[in-house]
């Protein structure tokens, strides 16, 4: 561990709905990182043993009572942080496809002081991702628009696997969106004039179950997520309390 992480408070967020099959190995992992990480898991309305799972591995655990889906779930996990003191962040998704062996090299730029939130793209370099052909053009046309939105390029615009320092964290308390919060957040994130950057990291496929995401599904995703984009486009810039 680097001198300047342990000297910094730090915390992983981890969102999960019905993961009590993939939760525990995630933990572990996270443990076997960072032994002083704290980690605070977001039961996002789960009806299985999510929450208890995560309880019993020594986490912090908020217990949403009905499902508020992947943004409000996050939020929530921001705000936690904000409000807990903590100044370094890093977000998991707990189906235990963002491994925690590739964290050194999502944190280094945050730690390096070169950026304000980092990025795990999976399409950076070698290109190893696997999903459905109508899924991987769907990323990659969110990422071009993305792109042009913001004037950077963007590689992997629905990528919940982050690190954040505490400028960062702090826009992300007061308001993240709820619907698609990679897409929106990086519009967010350049509107802001935070530094973004995205580094290659390698996936995992999940382990248990399945996800929620069909074809049809993706493309009325990505129907949603463009108008969304375009809606935001016109939001009022929100001003965190130290600069008010």
């Known amino acids: 561990m680097s001198a300047e992480r342990g000297a910094q408070r730090r915390i992983a967020i981890v969102p999960a709905y019905n993961e009590e099959a993939n939760i525990g ?64 962040v890093v977000r998991l998704d707990g189906d ?3 491994d925690p062996s590739e964290l050194p090299k999502v944190l280094a730029p945050v730690l390096a002081g070169d950026a304000d939130i980092v990025v795990g793209s999976r399409f950076i370099g070698e290109d190893s991702y696997r999903s459905t052909a109508s899924r991987r053009i769907g990323i990659r046309l969110l990422a071009a628009i993305v792109s042009i939105i913001a004037r950077q390029r963007v590689t992997d615009a629905t990528s919940g696997f982050q690190a954040l320092n505490r400028k960062a964290l702090e826009l992300f308390a007061a ?53 969304a984009l375009f809606v935001g486009l016109f939001r009022r810039r929100v001003v965190p309390a130290e600069e008010a």
């Open 25 to 88: 190995r995630l933990l572990d992992e996270l443990r076997a990182f960072d032994a002083e990480l704290e980690v605070v898991v977001i039961s996002d309305g789960s009806v299985d043993r999510t929450a208890d799972v995560a309880a019993e591995r020594g986490a912090h655990v908020v217990r949403l009572p009905f499902n508020l889906g992947i943004g409000g779930a996050v939020q929530t996990g921001f705000r936690f942080a904000w409000e807990n003191g903590y100044e370094l």
């Open 96 to 98: 235990g496809q963002h």
């Open 175 to 227: 308001d993240y969106p709820h619907d698609y919060p990679e897409v929106e957040g990086m519009v967010m994130t350049i509107k802001h004039r935070l530094r973004l950057c995205e580094v290659p990291v390698t996936m995992r496929e999940r382990e248990h179950g399945r996800s929620s995401i069909t074809t049809l599904r993706s493309i009325y995703y990505m129907a949603k997520v463009l108008v």
